[in-house]
């Protein structure tokens, strides 16, 4: 398939990544594929059939390049002028066959990792090391540095940073454990003073209640002693009536 990117439809864009594999390129190249691409980071054309990348725009942006499965057996050169900042190039799978067309890489200062996989140069006696030695800015070749160590996915570089950022927001916050005691706390201390006050509104009324009964029982002692008093004043009136109406009947 034949791309062709309309230059007019993404002069001055924003694009950050561009995958373009699979696709077929026009006399070495991808028409519409141009400088205007000034913030490209990742630009992938694996299988293009790219035969030189002497028409590669200057990405000064670009940090990542993907361009394996096609046909470059040299001009790596115009790497380090076009893509001064990569730090990864992947050139698996391309006619690349000595050191002497690799030595042109020595020129990108940030380059970390480097993809030769499938190059006809990995048959060489001592391919790794030699590598090794001439690109001496690398830290991973083919996906592995030189004790083995295989390279980290820049996924889970990301998962990684995810979690320390947890990690850290989790320290800033403090453990779980200690507001879930403090609020037990603070709850068993209200319930608390629930039942202080309760038992002082108990008490409270039941002093009042006896204070009440005792009023009652003074008021009642009152008015039985008011009634006997009034008793007694009829039976003395009567005892001074009777000696009269025994004077009364003697006159009769």
Known sequence: MLIKLTSDLLSGSKVTELVLDNCRSSNGEIEGLNDSFKELEFLSMANVELTSLAKLPTLSKLRKLELSDNIISGGLEVLA????????????????????????????KNLK?????NCEITN??????????LLQQITYLDG?????????????????GDED?????????????????????????????????????????LM??????????DDYVEEGGDEEEEAEGVRGEKRKRDPEDEGEEEDD
């Open 208 to 217: 009042k209640e006896e204070i009440q009964d005792e009023d009652d029982d």
């Open 81 to 108: 002028e076009r893509c001064p900042n990569l730090t990864y190039l992947n050139l698996s799978g391309n006619k690349i066959k000595d050191l002497g067309t690799v030595e042109a890489l020595q020129n990108l």
């Open 124 to 133: 060489l006696e001592d391919y790794r090391d030699s590598i090794f030695e």
């Open 144 to 160: 592995f540095d030189q004790e083995d160590n295989e390279a980290p996915d820049s996924e889970d570089d990301d998962e990684e």
């Open 113 to 117: 990792s480097l993809d030769l996989f």
């Open 165 to 205: 950022d947890d990690d850290e927001d989790e320290d800033e916050a403090g453990p779980p454990g200690e507001y879930e005691e403090e609020d037990d706390e603070d709850d068993g201390g209200s319930d608390l003073g629930e039942g202080e006050e309760e038992e002082e509104v108990g008490l409270s009324y």
